[in-house]
């Protein structure tokens, strides 16, 4: 064996680290930086090649450290390597554009996802990997751990202490990776408090802030006006409770973000309560607080709800509810990204959500043609956790009824998508192909952008029927089942109608009429909130609704 | 517990046989009839049965009344040519049967563009048909708490009628808020920002500056009762007279003075220490204003 | 615009409204549906005008599904559609046949 080689340095990271505070030491005074000398301080602080966090989240975006960083000079500041969960600002397509980063690793881009597109056909930009919120969280800890991140808070004092508000979202995870691995945190604020109302992340984890000429945007994302739910959504909603919820005995769960599970939020305290639901399902959720939610809370239904992050206008109602909500001493919402998905995924029996596309072996994608979307998080939650080993009885059920109700040494999420079978006229949901494959083709993937693979969902709700694809035994038979209730899409109408009728036979189809439902009884009158309006009169004048979804 | 209809979720069939006594509406022109508009056929757009608009005649509380009601839904409740005969028709048949009241459920943003010519001089003819329907004695009540709410000539057509209720969410002006952004800018007009929109055409300030009536729930029931109570009160036509045409102007004048600057309903409700008014619940906010007059 | 007429037989035969009977409105995803007496008693009549071109053969699908779900015998429905979903078809004319059923 060697003796230890004295020679080499085992610091180089934390001396890097104080280089880059070195070059930065005229534009900082204490940890504070202004906002006028944010690019300069930028361009002195990053390397070229740097890997970058520039913290955008689902709802919170550090949009001035964006723009101050997309201003920075491409002599100075170039090639740098983008690590972030969501691209939503143009000024993150900018970065590329200019030739400031280079390489990308993200999970979602929604609202850009044109331009990305656009930007990986031109050739513009590398994409590493296209991740779920999880993954992309654990490679920050493993090979994408960044060299300098900027992030967004709502406050720091003095001595740099944050206090993140009710948005925290990604922020822990992303300090974390960075802090304890000699990088340098840079955050934006949107104010200079004397004392904070709580302290989020600690002073000595923090190299400098910034108070930003605006207040950080934040979108909200999962405000649904229940004034826009169909009646062909309420009918899905009724036989997604009727058939599952009450089926399974569904306690601890996860929603999508939809029209159709808002739908379900707001049948809890009306058809939930008739059907005998309440305290038997939706009793713990990993969930935003969706303003749908309210009137099942205020009903009982809802006992517990840790969230990914905040929704605008949800803050007095949250703080005022801290028995169902994690609150800080001060009061306000905690969220949490990290923690939440882990949640969804070893902690729920249920996640549902909706989807654009599905093939017949159940795989659904929310791809389409000349864009790239990313996966987000429903991945992570709408997947079986092969690592579980808690029981629960309904992943028990589920699990019987896989395996056929032989020996199980496994139970098995509950993977539900809810779709209609047509998303407009000539956009059919149920497909023989995805687009998917043809996006990969196009740019070039590794892999078809699948968003729920098939072998996880275990059941199909459409406005004509639920299909149990735990139940099916063959290929064929799971083919049928989605066909069973494809509607008059092409590829419903090429079933076969005497399989589909035996599987409707053994249960595996259940049609509205085999779970008692009454498909003109599917009306709004059944929301326990037909607007807005309505939401704010539940939340006991506690909600505030954003400005853009008032009519009045 | 019966939950409230909303009003405002109703098609206009609905909101008719929900104000009406049940059984005793009769239809003028009904689908039946198939009088659909030749310029939506002659553009390959879809047509409707009733163009938009069902007219015929009912009994409230047991009084006779002429009801005329807007679909929203419909090409925003525009009035093309056949929607618009139909609704002159109504007030000349109340002219020659003269009911207690003509009740006109106004849910329209104006004219159908796509019948531009024959829209305007249909709601001309609007006009001139509810003068004659109110000179001859028979007042015309507005209800006004559609999504759509009364906009344009409907909206000129809507501050004719001799009471105009209205709930929260209806709104009432003459220009639409997305015109006013798209002619003048959004430096004007954020027709984006609902809120401010509400405050500046919505039911609480139309009622504020007097041009409501009535604010009622957005309850079918709501807007029955208010229309009961027109009924019981005996109210005729306003006396449209040259000294309460002059009073009016004259009240114009005064407004256009006073409030020339105002570009948000709640400097108004500042003024009159109403300033939660947007926050209050209907019947809280008509106590209130009933306080201050 | 396109449109078509489709004459299906009946399993039993419909209430049919004393004048025709409007049900639904015609806007963006919907339609309305008009009923009236219809000349023979175990037949129904369809005819469909609609802003969604290429879609005959589902519209007929939809249709014989419902025709041989339902009492039509006698009826006719003459509908005026805006891109309705088969659903929202199927939906609004089992709500037209219940509200006739009701008054």
Known sequence: MNAPDNARSWNQEARRRAERLSRSARWRRGKEVAAADMVSFLEAVLAPGDRVCLEGNNQKQADFLAASLAACSPQHVHDLHLVQSVLALPEHMELFEKGIARRLDFSFSGPQSHRLARLVQARAIEIGAIHTYLELFGRYFIDLTPHVCLIAAQAADAAGNLYLGPNTEDTPVIVEATAFKSGLVIAQVNERCDTLPRVDVPADWVDCFVVAPSPNHIEPLFTRDPAHITEIQVLMAMMALKGIYAEYGVERLNHGIGFDTAAIELLLPTYGEQLGLKGRVARHWALNPHPTLIPAIEAGFVERVHSFGSEVGMEAYVAARPDVFFTGPDGSLRSNRAFCQTAGLYACDLFIGSTLQMDLVGNSSTATLGRITGFGGAPNMGSDARGRRHASPPWLKAGRERSGGDICIRGQKLVVQMVETWQEPHHPTFVERLDAWQLQQDMDMALPPIMIYGDDVSHVVTEEGIANLLLCRTPEERAQAIRGVAGYTPVGRARDRRLVENLRDRGVIRRPEDLGIDVRDATRDLLAARSIKDLVRASGGLYQPPKQFRNW | MTRPRSYREATARRRVAGLLDAGTFTEWVGPGARATSPHLAALGAPVSFDDGVVVGEGRLAGERVVVIAQEGLFNGGAVGEVHGAKIRGAFERACAEPPRAVVFCIDSGGVRLHEANAGLLAISEIMRAQFAAQSAGIPVWALVGGACGAFGGMGIVARLCDAVVMSEEGRLGLSGPEVIETVKGVEEFDARDRALVWRVTGGKIRRTLGEATHLVEDDLTAFREAVAALLSSRQGPVPFTLETLQAAQAGLEGRAARDAAVRDGQVLWDRLGLDDAALMETAQFNRRLQELS | ?103
């Open chain 3, 1 to 103: 615009m396109e449109s078509f007429d489709l004459e299906l037989p009946a399993q039993a035969p419909g209430i049919a409204p004393a004048d025709a009977a409007l049900f639904g409105v015609v806007s963006s995803g919907n339609l309305e549906v008009l009923v009236e007496a219809g000349p023979l008693p175990d037949r129904c009549r369809f005819h469909v005008e609609t802003t969604a071109h290429g879609f005959t053969d589902v519209w007929q699908a939809v249709l014989a599904d419902f025709a041989a779900g339902h009492r039509v015998g006698g009826l006719s429905f003459s509908i005026h559609d805006a891109g309705a979903t088969p659903a929202v078809v199927s939906l609004r004319l089992a709500q037209a046949l219940q509200s006739l059923e009701a008054s």
